[in-house]
């Protein structure tokens, strides 16, 4: 049975007939510090199982990546050169952005309108951009020297 995250402390001074108070005292903070322990090599533990798990899901995302890679060669190239193409445009469009901002700072600080068309204007473009970019990113990124090693005869 797992030890429970939280515990109930009884904060209230005991009356030992053979300790004196500040023995007791002492004997009471030993206590607490020996479950305020115990809750932090728990919730050690819990962090370190989250940390194997999404260790694990990242190793098997990556080898799954690579045996796509080597399965569609041509295809991950492609994806390399969209990718370039694609990030050359997010830079221009960035700077839009930005220029759009900088002429109209004040308007968008102080207008509700223009602050909602200006998110309208570029917040869903550059979600979506972003979002295609990591795709082709990840599909067209060469596999790591780890992974690499692994699929090598």
Request: proline fraction near 6%.
């Amino acid at each position: 049975m797992k030890p429970p995250f939280f515990t109930q402390i009884d904060v209230t001074q005991a009356a030992a007939a053979s300790s004196t108070p500040q023995t007791a005292g002492l004997a009471e903070i030993a206590l607490l510090l020996r479950q305020i322990l115990m809750v932090q090599q728990r919730q050690t533990k819990i962090l370190e199982e989250l940390t194997t798990q999404v260790g694990n899901a990242q190793r098997q995302r990556a080898v799954e990546l690579g045996q796509w890679r080597q399965a569609n060669p041509h295809l991950a190239k492609k994806c390399r050169e969209a990718a370039e193409c694609l990030s050359r445009v997010q830079t221009e469009f960035l700077h839009q952005l930005t220029e759009e901002v900088s002429h109209n700072y004040d308007n968008l600080l102080d207008g509700e309108f223009m602050f909602t068309e200006f998110v309208d204007r570029f917040g869903p473009r550059m979600a979506h951009l972003n979002g295609i970019l990591q795709v082709l990113s990840q599909l067209s990124s060469p596999p790591s020297p780890a992974n690499s090693s692994n699929n090598s005869p």
